[in-house]
């Protein structure tokens, strides 16, 4: 079956389905991730986005059991290849990915030049848009919504043990951050996003705050926002990934802002300041910090766009990285933040 990639300023590709035979809008974004597809496909930064890889191979491997993924669903709202090879060869392979696509009703497009579209998004800036199967559809704005609502658990979670406790608020975590802090003998208490572990009527204690990634536009979170604030004010060790880096310097009083077309990928080069150190990183967001709060300083810098990729208080255990420490998929050169933080508690 034949569909359409449909950009908001009106541009057109004509392209092969292999997933569900249904339209859906969203944000379209690209990735130049070259491996791990099942695992970003699965993580709920990419909630509310249209994905297309630079990566012209896509399925080569298929899907592994679900104990690998980085949440329990499929998290993209669609799917644009240049390449699909449906005759996949992997010893963890359990289904294709076009049966996975089909089975979670996300749609996806085999068009030849992702090349073209990742270009035009890097020119004119991620835009909205549709895969469009034949049927008019409504057009729809994750960024203009609270779409963390959406990928946040509804109840909370306790698992591991160890003397240390970290509360972790799920914006949208990937499962990996958890096995972290886990496999480092701490307990881990994820929560709700507006959930409020300083309540009166909270009966568990805890040694650290921890503000997991995200999607979508940090300032709709506005009661995670309120939590951070707390944890600041009760000088709680506290660490953010991602959007939790972003919500953290909201909370801290500093703003950020809309990338034109993000970083998306596990091959952004961040550096550490104040040293010559250069760490590859795995990263999956549109929005940055713009302005650092007042008592932090910068903690790593993009090397190549120079855009702020961590924040660090001058003299409390407050600190956050844009980029992925967990990885999955990606390098793990930077899991040595989570031993940083928690040598803090």
């Known amino acids: 079956m034949i569909g359409k990639l449909i950009l908001a300023d009106g541009t057109e590709l004509v392209g092969e389905s292999f997933g569900a035979q249904a339209g859906k809008s969203g944000e379209v974004v690209f990735t130049t991730g070259m491996t791990g ?4 496909f699965t993580d709920p930064s990419f909630g509310g986005q249209i994905l297309v890889m630079t990566y012209p191979l896509i399925g080569n491997y298929g899907v592994p059991d679900k104990s690998l993924w980085e949440s329990d669903k499929l998290q993209i709202s669609g799917l644009i290849v240049s390449d699909y090879i449906d005759t996949p060869s992997h010893y963890q392979n359990k289904i294709t990915l076009g049966t996975w696509l089909k089975s979670e009703k996300i749609p996806a497009l085999i068009i030849k030049d992702t090349r073209f579209i990742t270009q035009h998004l890097r020119q004119k800036g991620t835009m909205l848009g549709e895969i469009n199967m034949g049927k008019p559809i409504n057009r729809f704005n994750p960024n203009e919504i609270n779409i963390v609502a959406n990928v946040s658990t509804k109840k909370v979670l306790i698992e591991g043990s160890g003397k240390k406790t970290v509360v972790l608020i799920d914006c949208g975590a990937k499962t990996n951050i958890k096995r972290c802090f886990i496999k480092r003998g701490v307990k881990v208490i994820t929560v709700p996003w507006d959930f409020d572990p300083f309540a009166k009527n909270i009966d568990f204690k805890f040694d650290a705050l921890f503000i997991s990634n995200g999607p979508g536009d940090p300032k709709n979170a506005d009661k995670t926002i309120a939590t951070i604030k707390k944890s600041l004010d009760n000088k709680i060790p506290t660490l953010g990934i991602c959007l939790g ?4 310097a909201l909370a801290a009083g500093g703003d950020t802002f809309k990338l034109k077309f993000g970083h998306r990928s596990q091959n952004q080069p961040c ?6 150190k250069c760490f590859i990183t795995t990263q999956n967001h549109g929005f940055a910090i713009g302005e650092v709060p007042t008592g932090f300083s910068p903690w790593f810098t993009n090397a190549n766009d120079k855009s702020i990729e961590g924040i660090i208080h001058n ?31």
Do not use: C
Request: negative net charge; glycine residues 2%.
């Open 245 to 248: 880096n972003q919500l953290l």
């Open 271 to 276: 550096i550490l300041e104040k040293t010559n």
């Open 37 to 40: 597809y099942p695992q970003a």
């Open 315 to 345: 003299r409390l255990p407050f600190m956050s990285v844009q980029f992925h420490p967990e990885a999955t998929p990606g390098p793990k050169d930077t899991e040595w933040i989570f031993d940083y933080f928690l040598e803090k508690i």
